[in-house]
């Protein structure tokens, strides 16, 4: 399981969003992915005004 906190502006109204269904095979490869844009971020965000879920798309050759 997956959890991340980003810290919203005040002043822009949440939408809640169904929780998109994952598939338990792709687990490992998202944890992976995300761990690399953690490090890849340079600097972190501090306020942001929109959140999007995370999607899994598998390619062709096998990676998401």
């Known amino acids: 399981v997956v959890m991340q906190i980003i810290p919203m502006r005040i002043d822009v109204r949440t939408i809640r969003q169904r ?6 095979q792709y687990t490992h490869q998202v944890n992976a992915e995300i761990e690399k ?7 972190p965000i501090q306020w942001t005004s929109w ?3 995370i999607i899994v798309v598998p ?6």
């Open 19 to 24: 929780p998109q269904p994952k598939n338990p």
């Open 51 to 53: 959140v999007s879920m």
């Open 59 to 64: 390619k062709k050759n096998g990676k998401i």
């Open 37 to 43: 844009l953690k490090t890849s971020i340079e600097f």
